[in-house]
Nanobody, 120 residues
Framework: QVQLVESGGGLVQPGGSLRLSCAAS????????MGWYRQAPGKKQRELVA????????VYTDSVKGRFTISRDNPKNTVYLQMNSLKPEDTALYYC?????????????WGQGTQVTVSS
């Protein structure tokens, strides 16, 4: 069935950049809204970072506006998150998922995530 594989995380210094990728399979990728979510250390819940609808509309959480950009490549079944000007508070395990954010946050299935650590 649906599989989501996140990659691209790592250790980066404040002010640095990373590009996360999420490869999806087992779904008709192009018809789904896709989003990036993160769970910070010590927090019990994931939170929305950015979402991109099937129609091309975007939404970002306030803390990343102007720094992060979500995009998708439908032929590759992949959604990306370009992360610039990274801050220590961006440190988290980053996940992708499908559907509108309200629905996605309640999803039963999540991939393994990719760890982003911002530290000097």
């Amino acid at each position: 069935q649906v599989q989501l594989v996140e990659s691209g995380g790592g250790l980066v210094q404040p002010g640095g950049s990373l590009r996360l990728s999420c490869a999806a399979s087992g779904m008709i990728f192009s018809i789904y809204d896709m989003g990036w979510y993160r769970q910070a250390p010590g927090k019990k819940q994931r939170e929305l970072v950015a979402a991109l609808t099937a129609g091309g509309n975007t939404v970002y959480t306030d803390s990343v506006k102007g720094r992060f950009t979500i995009s998708r490549d439908n032929p590759k079944n992949t959604v990306y998150l370009q992360m610039n000007s990274l801050k220590p508070e961006d440190t988290a395990l980053y996940y992708c998922n499908r559907g509108p954010p309200r629905t996605a946050l309640k999803a039963d299935y999540w991939g393994q995530g990719t760890q982003v650590t911002v530290s000097s």
